[in-house]
């Protein structure tokens, strides 16, 4: 019978070939999703850069790809979706960075300042056509920023290394789940306004917004063990 599976040549004693089919057919597929979403943000980042996110399009973005709108919207359906792809994108390889920033420090105001500065110079070399050759009016940017499940993750790297810190007596006792957005809220509002001034002065920056923390740390009260 034609449905008889069985009688068909499996690809699984073909000499070279690993999969099934289905199995090869379906990566495929996945590698080719892979690669359409990669060529959106890519082409994004370089509209952005060059018109500004205001001014971009979709259409703008569809040109720099081999894609059509209809292939387009399968996988965005509007420029703030791309834009937040390419946010969260950022925050997913800015997690490692983060972690292993941690794991060099020796205590917490050198975690603090060490952690500052990568997520600073993460920004500006991310997105450096972005920030350099948007128009000056142009205030949004794809910063680690998007409220999603990567920049959550994020937060909760944060968190966890506060907290850790907190218990190996590296960090003052005080709310970690607190202190975690009061750092990200911080460096967050520096950078973007950092990146926004002419010349860029990163360390100016790094150094305002760790004397912000480390002060404001200080005056915190201590929870209980």
Not at 158 to 175: F, H, M, N, Y
Not at 187 to 213: H, S, T, W
Request: proline share 5%; with cysteine.
């Amino acid at each position: 019978m034609a449905d008889d599976l069985s009688a068909l040549p499996s690809l699984e004693a073909t000499p070279g070939h690993g999969a099934r089919p289905s199995q090869a057919s379906g990566g495929k597929r996945e590698e080719t999703k892979r690669a359409n979403r990669s060529a959106i943000l890519d082409a994004a980042r370089s509209v952005f850069a060059e018109m500004g996110y205001e001014s971009a399009s979709v259409r703008d973005i569809i040109r720099r790809t081999p894609l059509s709108v209809g292939a387009f919207y399968n996988y965005y359906r509007s420029k703030e979706e791309v834009y937040e792809a390419l946010a969260a994108d950022g925050a997913r390889r800015f997690k490692p960075i983060l972690r292993s920033e941690y794991a060099r420090a020796t205590d917490f105001d050198s975690f603090l300042r060490a952690a500052l500065t990568a997520y600073f110079r993460f920004s500006v070399d991310e997105h450096e056509a972005w920030q350099l050759e948007r128009p000056p009016e142009e205030q949004m940017h794809p910063l680690v920023r998007v409220d999603g499940p990567e920049a959550r993750a994020v937060y909760d790297e944060v968190k966890s290394v506060i907290a850790d810190g907190i218990e190996r007596g590296l960090a003052p006792r005080v709310d970690a789940d607190y202190l975690a957005a009061a750092c990200i809220g911080v460096a967050r509002e520096v950078c973007e306004r950092m990146i926004a001034r002419r010349p860029l002065n990163l360390d100016g920056a790094v150094e305002f917004a760790l004397q912000m923390i480390q002060g404001g740390v200080k005056a915190l009260p201590l929870i209980d063990a």
